[in-house]
């Protein structure tokens, strides 16, 4: 049973594409409609020789040091959609089918891949060399939701970016391939996109291949057509024109709105699937400059507003974004899992659950809510872009309250 792939997207703009020596990154994380994604931070650590980590079904080494990490995820799982880490690098994950049926045995999830490879790699090429090296030693396999009834399973495909290049990922089973981004815009979403440029492999990939049948060794290899089920690998990404035709110009703004639109089909809202949380990250290509992320925190961007966290020593942590937790008592963590679903809905998700009725039910007062909120968002891409601009060293205070703030400010409009 080959269940469609959640249509995702996740665009990386360089320049010339994009503003003033600014990366620019972002992602739709389309997933089933009812699935709660909270926004977490986890701080640098320290870890003791021989200790493990306990990823969302299994148990791995851990290392010796993990950078900190900010991360939008599915809050049943141990892994994130997406997110980035004190380096700047950000991390997003496609759930791809291919020819080759995804494991239903429990291993490594495509979105545990992401937090490991942000919580290791302090470059994109680091985080796509330990994300290989985990799938070659532990594989990648298991459900993807938090559905009791059928396990639904997928291969995976990253898009990983730092302020330098961007790499784009794709795997099935253990084998990947790899392609380099250092320039204009790139969009992947839920189907393979690597052709004949490829810029790192996996060593036997090819050999694979021609064992298989699937390759004669005479054509040039083209990823895509190798490992899609037929006619699958069709240009999928409708937002790139749209970024493409910034001229130059790709913004925070731009980016946000590309994930906001109906219209082209990136921001989902189907039968089946939502866009749960949203992501946009600006990576200056100046270290000296830190770099915003924005985050959601909450379903349909369309809907929600883009609230920036910067990295910096003690930064303030936002329990309302934060779903509550079960510890051991989650029925995902239990054998058999997902026997039940317990209420994963953090402070902010129910406050746009209301807002949402008031949208619907009175639209006077919803339109004049939703001015509200994005000049809230506006007031929010302004400080950052003045930090982003100006000539001083920022001040860690300023922004260690930065997320915490916009959230409570964006809850007190809903009381």
Known sequence: RMAAAPPSYCFVAFPPCSKDGLVVFGKNSARPRDEVQEVVYFAAAAHDPGSKVECTYIEIEQVPKTHAVVLSRPSWLWGA???????????????????????????????????????????AKEALDVIVALLEEHGQGGNYYEDGSSCHTFQSAFLIVDRNEAWILETSGKYWAAEKITEGVKCICNQLSLTTKIDAEHPELRNYVRNQGWWNGDSDFNFSEVFSLADDHLACCSGKESLEKQGGDVSAQAMIDVLRDKDSGVCVDSESFLTTASIVSVLPQDPSFPCVHY???????????????????????????????????????????????????????????????????DQDKGQKLMRIMLDLEKQGLEAMEDILTRTEVLDPAEVVDLFYDCVDTELKFFK
């Open 81 to 123: 959609e997406m997110g980035a880490n004190e380096h700047g690098v950000c991390v997003a994950n496609e759930a791809v089918v291919t020819r080759e049926p995804a494991s239903e045995s429990e291993a490594l999830l495509g979105m545990d891949l992401v937090r490991l490879g942000l919580e290791r790699g302090a470059t």
């Open 295 to 361: 985050f959601t925190g909450t379903p349909d961007p369309s809907r929600s507003i883009f609230k920036p966290f910067i990295f910096v020593d003690d930064v303030k942590l936002v329990p309302k974004v934060q779903s509550p937790s079960f510890g051991n008592d989650d029925p995902a963590k239990k054998i058999p899992r997902f026997q039940e679903k317990p209420d994963r809905r953090h402070e902010l998700y129910k406050a746009h659950e209301w807002a949402r009725s008031l949208l619907e039910n």
